[in-house]
């Protein structure tokens, strides 16, 4: 089945940087394209990033383009966020989720970690 | 990029009910489709992948429909534990996009 850890998040300023982290167990995470999705309070899911099984291609949504990059570690089964130039609007819950299948669905979730952006 | 607008935004409805969400693309998408539940408090999870496929696990009272542009999600006879906002979701392409939920209510 597997299981995903998020780690990392918190509060922080605006223009400030933090790292977020994914623990993966439970099964082969060098198979799988992995992604980041979040959640503003009360809000809706967007899609943030998403990185092949081999970390050679990565996409960015233009929200975060430029400023978030997604990359990760095969043999840590880790999966990483990196996030500059912090914005009010990035608070969120920010989810670790497998890329599943030839159709990439999401599944399964971590169980999120919550970044706020606050002066 | 692809936008996807599901209806109701929210729905009460009494147990043992039919329930149905629609979700339309702003373009074709094949059946790079999936329907996620959402639970208070909780991550999302899987409930149909590729429009109809029911995810292991998951009641066999949830179904899934469509290709193209529309796609529905049934709940055959809505039970209590079925109380969540429910999203769908492309990945036809980036940005993968998802619509903006429906909160189903039991009334």
């Known amino acids: 089945e597997g299981q995903l850890v998020e780690s990392g998040g918190g509060p922080v300023k605006p223009g400030g940087s933090l790292r977020l982290s994914c623990a993966a167990s439970?099964?082969?995470?060098?198979?799988?394209?992995m992604n980041w999705v979040r959640q503003a309070p009360g809000r809706g899911l967007e899609w943030v990033s998403s990185?092949?099984?081999?970390?050679?291609?990565?996409h960015h949504a233009d929200s975060v383009r430029g400023r978030f990059t997604i990359s990760r570690d095969n043999a840590k089964q880790s999966l990483y966020l990196e996030m500059s130039s912090l914005r009010v609007e990035d608070t969120a819950v920010y989810y670790c989720?497998?890329?599943?299948?030839?159709?990439?669905?999401?599944?399964?979730w971590g169980q999120g970690t919550l970044v706020t952006v606050s002066s | 990029d692809i936008q996807m607008t599901q209806s109701p935004s929210s729905l009460s409805a009494s147990v043992g009910d039919r329930v149905t969400i629609t979700c339309r693309a702003s373009?074709?998408?094949?059946?790079?489709l999936h329907w996620y539940q959402q639970k208070a408090g909780k991550a999302p999870e899987i409930l149909i992948y590729?429009?109809?496929f029911l995810q292991p696990g998951v009641p066999s009272r949830f179904s899934g429909s469509g290709s193209g542009t529309v796609f529905t999600l049934t709940i055959s006879s809505l039970q209590p534990g079925d109380v969540a906002t429910y999203f769908c979701?492309?990945?036809?392409?980036?940005?993968?996009?998802f619509g903006q939920g429906t909160k189903l209510e039991i009334k």
């Open positions: 373009q074709s998408i094949s059946t790079y």
């Open positions: 439970d099964f082969i995470f060098s198979i799988y394209p």
């Open positions: 990185i092949s099984s081999s970390g050679d291609n990565m």
């Open positions: 989720v497998r890329g599943h299948g030839d159709k990439t669905w999401f599944d399964p």
């Open positions: 979701q492309q990945s036809y392409s980036t940005p993968y996009t």
């Open positions: 590729a429009a109809s």
